[in-house]
């Protein structure tokens, strides 16, 4: 799975637009706006759409976040490259 993150349409947020595999079900989010804690405690989100709005955060805040596809089989997610965006 691929992610893209953009400024959101929103304040302070940000515009998470998936690139997933045929056969997903539902998208699983991890994000966090502290580099120095461990990703197994990063906020989660879900859902089953091409895009996720996240926020508002404070201007200038540094979002991390981590995706993964999930198919109806799935037991152990697949997350893609962490990717950081600062928010305008």
């Given at each position: 799975?691929?992610?893209?993150?953009?400024?959101?349409?929103?304040?302070?947020?940000?515009l998470?637009?998936?690139?997933?595999?045929?056969?997903?079900?539902?998208?699983?989010?991890?994000?966090?706006?502290?580099?120095?804690?461990?990703?197994?405690?990063?906020?989660?989100?879900?859902g089953?759409?091409?895009?996720?709005?996240?926020?508002?955060?404070?201007?200038?805040?540094?979002?991390?976040?981590?995706?993964?596809?999930?198919?109806?089989?799935?037991?152990?997610?697949?997350?893609?490259?962490?990717?950081?965006?600062?928010?305008?």
């Open positions: 799975m691929g992610i893209d993150l953009l400024d959101g349409s929103q304040p302070g947020c940000v998470v637009k998936f690139s997933r595999p045929t056969g997903t079900i539902q998208n699983l989010l991890r994000y966090s706006t502290d580099a120095k804690l461990p990703e197994e405690h990063w906020l989660v989100a879900t089953g759409g091409r895009e996720r709005q996240l926020g508002p955060f404070e201007s200038g805040t540094k979002v991390f976040v981590k995706a993964a596809a999930l198919l109806g089989s799935t037991t152990e997610p697949q997350y893609s490259a962490v990717k950081a965006r600062i928010v305008q």
